[in-house]
T-cell receptor, first 115, second 111 residues
Framework: GAGVSQSPSNKVTEKGKDVELRCDPI?????LYWYRQSLGQGLEFLIY????????KSGLPSDRFSAERTGGSVSTLTIQRTQQEDSAVYLC?????????????FGPGTRLTVL | RKEVEQDPGPFNVPEGATVAFNCTYS??????FFWYRQDCRKEPKLLMS???SGNEDGRFTAQLNRASQYISLLIRDSKLSDSATYLC????????????FGKGTSLLVTP
């Protein structure tokens, strides 16, 4: 079956521009997570959705970052006024239910480069 | 202090060797434990969950020591295809919260 998909796969933008990253989770997965991975760093949690609500936004690094999820499915991560330090691979994952013991399936990521 | 710590390696081993990776975690409230594998420029994929009783999947054995807050992964009879970065992963609560990832241990298996 189809896995988690993300678009675009690569995004190059200029400092100060806004970007939108999209995630399509596995059908039927109610939990959705955004992470980012900077060069030489481990994965860093950003935000978690259960259905359309986000009970945990604690990882968003600043108010320039926001995310939404509609219809319990697709999610969009928006970064406003991008900075060079935002350059990273943004990974989306989904799991069947919001339980920590459930496997999280990752998408291929969006590689963001801010010039 | 980072919540999940791993030796970054790289570990360079010949085919057929046995190699062990270790990981420590700082939060005693951690509930779920995993090893993920990440190939170069690819997304992480679950290798195996780690249970208190220890568990084995083919050539891979994972152990958890809650008292020492220590997790291990043993790979026997290494294959070239085992070359990857191995991520130690911890979940604080079984409530859908985020996974905490170590930075990973790099393994290169050579002919």
């Amino acid at each position: 079956g189809a896995g988690v998909s993300q678009s675009p796969s690569n995004k190059v933008t200029e400092k100060g521009k806004d970007v939108e990253l999209r995630c399509d989770p596995i059908s039927g997965h109610t939990a959705l997570y955004w992470y980012r991975q900077s060069l030489g760093q481990g994965l860093e949690f950003l935000i978690y959705f259960q259905g359309n609500s986000a009970p945990d936004k604690s990882g968003l690094p600043s108010d320039r970052f926001s995310a939404e999820r509609t219809g319990g499915s697709v999610s969009t991560l928006t970064i406003q006024r991008t900075q060079q330090e935002d350059s990273a691979v943004y990974l989306c994952a989904s799991s069947l239910v919001g339980q920590g013991s459930n496997e999280q399936f990752f998408g291929p990521g969006t590689r963001l480069t801010v010039l | 202090r980072k919540e999940v710590e791993q030796d970054p390696g790289p570990f360079n081993v010949p085919e057929g060797a046995t190699v062990a990776f270790n990981c420590t975690y700082s939060n005693s409230a951690s509930q779920s434990f995993f090893w993920y594998r990440q190939d170069c420029r690819k997304e992480p994929k679950l290798l195996m969950s780690v249970y208190s009783s220890g568990n084995e999947d083919g050539r891979f054995t994972a152990q958890l020591n809650r008292a020492s807050q220590y997790i291990s992964l043993l790979i026997r009879d290494s294959k070239l295809s085992d070359s990857a970065t191995y991520l130690c992963v911890v979940n604080i609560r079984n409530s859908g919260y985020a996974l905490n990832f170590g930075k990973g241990t790099s393994l290169l298996v050579t002919p």
